[in-house]
């Protein structure tokens, strides 16, 4: 019973953590500011609830779980309200996103 | 290599590119930002060693308050560093006080070596058998005797007894120093204790996410 | 911030949450990590995330100033006053036994509280004088 229940927890991580490592592989290749958060809102939100969920499985104790389960809720609430601020203060001071009909740009917003 | 070991030296490398990148960079608000990352990845790294309450404290000082701070700075002052010199002197001083640091650290014993002296000595023994709960020990004498005569302080947190017990003196030391801080900085920032806020004005201060970057 | 109505939402979704979540780490501390230090950031948290949210006016509405400034010295003051109870009660400076039965956990939870009120106050009191300095400018 323990093994499965730990079968399914790897079940879940795993994937868990791949969609955590696409999320930051598009963090650093995106050419522009919105894309680059929208890899980093997957990372955030789907990979870390799919990561938790796996240890929901794992946990030894009901109340282990219970603690987990409100660990993600409030990682649901925060995450994409923290991306929703970072984008809209992008927006409203003027940083445009970059349009399928304009023309590349060099790799933006490298660190000087 | 075991999969703790792999953890322990990715989590240094982390820390340690991250201040290289703090101290290499001159935007300060990307600087601000890596130096929360920082203390994310030091309250990770001390989770890693076993240390709970530590972590604790600097996730919620390090990677929240402090950050807020820093930002909150960087609304007064200019957004980028000015360039500065090199020093030769400079680099000889650093280099020289970080190899003595090094050098110290030689002579540390290893983690969890079973003969280091935090392992060995009597005190460990008494501290840990005096915070035991009191249905793990049998009933001991009553206040006032000695440490190790059954003496018993009865919480189960071990680290919140040496720290508010059997070392409250230091403790109190610590919240001196805070109440300084606090002091200190009231005291440099003290006009704006003159000025009464007017209630007429409804002006609200601009959200600091949307400082310097423009 | 007017039209940041998500954000007016979710914070009044989370500041009660935050808040509570300050006061069990403190009370919890002796059972699991935690204590005063903590349960001080936490709590200055939830009121610098008011404050940056709904305005410096309503923040300082809810936790005016003078408090704050008290605060800082209150936690040091209760402190230091356990210390002298346990003096004017026969033991030595801070010796917890010296007051009465169970005297080591009332001593713990009343130093940890101490703890608790002056960590909590000198967070908010720095935050609140850098957002002074700022709207001044």
């Known amino acids: 019973m323990d093994a499965v229940r730990e079968l399914l927890g790897w079940l879940w991580i795993v994937p868990g953590a791949t969609f955590c490592v696409i999320g930051g592989i598009g963090l650093l290749r995106f050419p522009e500011f919105y894309s680059r958060m929208h890899a980093a809102g997957v990372t955030d939100t789907l990979g870390a609830a799919l990561v938790l969920i796996g240890l929901m499985f794992q946990s030894p104790d009901w109340t282990v779980a219970v603690k987990l389960a409100l660990i993600l809720f409030f990682l649901y609430v925060t995450s994409p309200t923290a991306a929703h601020a970072l984008i809209h203060a992008a927006h409203t001071t003027g940083h445009e996103p970059l349009l399928a009909d304009d023309p590349a740009p060099a790799h933006e917003g490298d660190i000087p | 290599m075991s999969g703790e070991q792999l953890i322990d030296i990715v989590l240094l490398t982390l820390l340690a590119s991250t201040a290289i990148a703090i101290a290499r960079l001159r935007n300060l608000l990307a600087t601000a930002m890596l130096t929360g990352i920082f203390s994310l990845l030091g309250a990770c790294w001390m989770l890693f060693l076993d240390a709970p309450d530590v972590a604790f404290t600097e996730a919620a000082v390090g990677a929240g308050m402090s950050t807020i701070l820093i930002l909150a700075t960087l609304c007064v002052v200019n957004a980028e560093e000015k360039p500065s010199r090199e020093s030769p002197i400079a680099l000889v001083a650093v280099l020289l006080t970080g190899g003595v640091l090094v050098y110290g650290t030689l002579d540390m014993p290893s983690y969890g070596d079973p003969d280091a002296p935090a392992t060995t000595s009597p005190i460990t023994r008494i501290y840990l058998d005096s915070a035991n709960a009191p249905s793990e020990q049998e009933e001991g004498h009553a206040a006032g005797s000695n440490p190790g005569d059954g003496f018993v302080v009865g919480i189960p947190n071990t680290v919140t007894t040496v720290l508010a017990s059997f070392r409250g003196y230091d403790t109190m030391g610590e919240t001196a120093v805070i109440f300084t801080a606090g002091l200190g900085v009231l005291m440099v920032l003290a006009g704006a204790r003159h000025r009464r806020p007017d209630p007429s004005m409804e002006i609200e201060p601009e959200p600091v996410d949307e400082g310097p970057g423009k | ?137």
């Open chain 3, 1 to 137: 911030m007017k039209n940041h109505v998500i954000l007016r939402f979710v914070t009044k979704l989370l500041i009660p949450h935050i808040l509570l979540y300050a006061f069990y780490v403190q009370w919890h501390g002796d059972f699991g990590p935690g204590g005063g230090f903590q349960a001080g950031v936490i709590f200055a948290a939830a009121i610098v995330l008011y404050g940056l949210i709904f305005g410096l006016q309503a923040a300082e509405r809810a936790i005016r100033p003078g408090l704050v400034q008290s605060g800082v010295a209150l936690g040091l003051l209760l402190y230091i006053g356990v210390g002298i109870a346990s003096m004017l009660l026969g033991g030595e400076f801070l010796d917890y036994d010296a007051l009465g039965h169970d005297g080591q956990h009332h001593g713990i939870l009343l130093v940890e509280t101490g703890v608790f009120i002056t960590v909590a106050s000198v967070m908010i009191t720095v935050f609140y004088s850098f957002a002074e300095l700022i709207r001044r400018q």
